[in-house]
């Protein structure tokens, strides 16, 4: 089963994903993860996203898809990935489902996790002081923010109209998000 967590920064989509592979023993693929440990690396892939990172920029859709193309042979062998923080373009999306096809595979699900935009700031804001990410001051965020309103939530479509898509509420707590989350998941 592969599934994609989706929404916003701040949403909860990380916390979320690594429940789901605690309960569920699927393997997370968050491009921001992975992007954040090659600029920790020092490699050159790092040195040309953490500019475009911390701005709050998406960095190119050739880069994330390529670290997602390496990464699906695990994830079929886990037997199957929640996808974090990807695709966030028409374009991911369209070469994600190229990519799975060509293995034999697809997305299961999407989840939505609906968090309104006050509650993120609120979020966001305890998180500027505490997560030591270069991308968590209000400036970032905000580029943040409207990238995905912009680039990332016009895919809602794209995976209504394929009967893939559930809408939870991400309001709550960790707890009641998750248990919303398993009630969607069945
Ligand atoms: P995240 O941890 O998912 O919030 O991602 C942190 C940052 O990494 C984003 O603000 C982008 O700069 C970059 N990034 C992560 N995933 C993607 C993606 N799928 N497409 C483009 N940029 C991404």
């Given at each position: 089963m592969n599934l994609i967590l989706f929404g916003p920064p701040a949403a909860g989509k990380g916390t979320q994903a690594k429940r789901l592979v605690e309960t569920r023993k699927m393997v997370q693929l968050s491009t921001g993860d992975m992007l954040r440990a090659a600029i920790a690396s020092g490699s050159e892939l790092g040195k040309r996203v953490s500019g475009i990172m911390e701005r709050g920029d998406l960095v190119s859709d050739e880069i994330v898809i390529e670290l997602i193309e390496a990464r699906l042979p695990e994830a079929e062998a886990a037997g199957g990935a929640i996808f974090d923080g990807f695709p966030r373009t028409l374009a991911q999306a369209e070469a994600l489902d190229a990519m799975l096809a060509y293995r034999g595979s697809r997305i299961d699900q999407v989840i939505r996790l609906k968090v309104d935009d006050e509650q993120l700031m609120k979020r966001i804001a305890g998180r500027f002081a505490e997560s030591g990410r270069p991308d968590d001051n209000p400036e970032s965020f905000k580029v943040r923010l409207d990238a995905y309103n912009t680039?990332?939530?016009?895919?809602l479509p794209y995976y209504q109209d394929q009967g893939k898509l559930t809408q939870v509420d991400g309001m709550g707590s960790v707890d009641t998000v998750a248990v919303a989350i398993d009630k969607a998941l069945g």
């Open positions: 680039q990332t939530a016009p895919l």
